[in-house]
């Protein structure tokens, strides 16, 4: 069975520093997806970033990166010049087929305070 | 906003009750994905639609059944209705839905269910 596990239930920086949120996933498979999703007040769920596993280069996306490492099947997401606007709850989830599908399985969530 | 549609957007309802939750997905998406947020089991997948199709199933209880329309949006209907029920519902979107995990899902912004 695929898990995803977030080791750190909740977490706080202060507004321009960096900060990193890790995520452990347990698979069999040798190609797959990982995604990180952000969740605020709102309640929205709203796509960060996505990773192939097949790919070395760790994925970006303006002040957000990944540090993907296969071997170890971790998926950590680094937060750079950290923003009010950042706080939120953040979900590290994994991609596989299911029957003749897909399905997201998403870790418990890490809730990131941006102190000013 | 993430294009994805979902009413209503809060819900009230008695023990036993039927309640029936909707979702129209982004323009040119043909996968619909339903999940449950709760305190206690965090993100749960519930069941995958692809152009009017179950393509994949998660823990969705039996009293608990869906439907994708030819105009593509999707229905979720919860019956006998228990405490245990009350959670947030969300409804995601992908444009297709097998051949491959690295599909996108866009999220509607859920219907908060209340079972008294």
């Known amino acids: 069975a695929q898990t995803v596990t977030q080791s750190q239930p909740e977490m706080s920086v202060q507004e321009a520093e960096t900060v990193t949120l890790s995520c452990t996933y347990d698979?069999?498979?040798?190609?797959?997806?990982l995604f990180w999703y952000k969740q605020p007040p709102s309640r929205q769920m709203i796509l960060v970033i996505r990773?192939?596993?097949?790919?070395?280069q760790n994925a970006t996306e303006n002040r957000f990166s990944v540090n993907f490492q296969k071997a170890a099947k971790s998926f950590s997401l680094k937060i750079s010049d950290s923003q009010l606007g950042d706080t939120a709850m953040y979900f590290c989830?994994?991609?596989?087929?299911?029957?003749?599908?897909?399905?997201?399985?998403f870790g418990g969530g890490t809730r990131l305070m941006v102190k000013p | 906003d993430s294009g994805v549609t979902q009413t209503p957007k809060h819900l009230i309802t008695a023990t036993g009750q039927r309640v029936t939750l909707r979702c129209s997905p982004r323009?040119?998406?043909?996968?619909v994905y339903w999940y449950q947020q709760s305190l206690d089991q965090g993100l749960q997948f519930l069941i995958q639609?692809?152009?009017?199709?179950?393509?994949a199933k998660g823990n969705i209880l039996e009293r608990f059944s869906a439907q994708q329309f030819p105009d593509l949006h999707s229905e979720l209907n919860l019956s006998s209705l228990e405490l245990g029920d009350s959670a947030l519902y969300f409804c995601?979107?992908?444009?297709?839905?097998?051949?491959?995990?690295?599909?996108?899902?866009?999220f509607g912004s859920g219907t908060q269910l209340s079972v008294l």
């Open positions: 995601a979107s992908s444009v297709g839905g097998q051949a491959s995990t690295n599909e996108k899902l866009f």
């Open positions: 698979t069999s498979e040798s190609n797959y997806y």
């Open positions: 990773q192939e596993a097949y790919k070395q």
């Open positions: 989830a994994f991609m596989k087929h299911v029957n003749a599908g897909n399905m997201l399985t």
């Open positions: 323009s040119g998406d043909l996968s």
């Open positions: 639609y692809y152009n009017g199709e179950e393509r």
